[in-house]
């Protein structure tokens, strides 16, 4: 797959409703963990870990869009 293909893919993904509302869902529930001073520092640390998954997904994304985009005006 060249990278205008992989881009393509990668902005419906983002457009994607079940794809958001899974990811937004796993924001939401870290931030309540965070919030709630009866947490388990072991709860704690698995939403920082659900959060940086989520993050590194982001930036995944990120890096196939603006390679994509450095290609094109290249």
Not at 35 to 49: F, T, Y
């Amino acid at each position: 797959m060249n990278k205008q293909d992989l881009a393509g893919r990668v902005k419906t993904l983002r457009e994607d409703e079940v794809l958001v509302y899974v990811l937004g869902g796993i924001k939401d529930d870290a931030t309540t963990i965070f919030s709630n001073p009866r947490s388990s520092s072991e709860q704690v640390i698995e939403a920082h870990q659900a959060i940086q998954a989520v993050g590194y997904l982001e930036s995944a994304f990120d890096a196939i869009s603006a390679d994509a985009k450095i290609d094109r005006e290249s």
